[in-house]
């Protein structure tokens, strides 16, 4: 699959964030909002990133899970 179906469906998946493949190869994700301060103390984490587009979505699966971590 290309890479660029994959951040297609990694942002339908995760909409509260902006995915994107950086020149070096490494998948990015970033919120689309603020983190307040108890979603920082939560472990919560403004931008995220991994080797590849599974790992990528095993960081933001990790981020939504923790308290206050989506906003949906």
């Known amino acids: 699959m290309s890479f660029d179906r994959h951040l297609a469906e990694i942002a339908r998946e995760f909409p509260d964030w902006t995915i994107w493949r950086s020149d070096a190869g490494r998948w990015w994700a970033t919120r689309h909002h603020p983190l307040s301060s ?3 103390e939560a472990g919560c984490a ?3 990133d991994a080797d590849d587009a599974e790992g990528l979505r095993r960081r933001l699966r990790d981020q939504e899970e923790r308290p206050g971590g989506t906003l949906r």
């Open 38 to 40: 108890a979603q920082r």
């Open 46 to 48: 403004m931008t995220v």
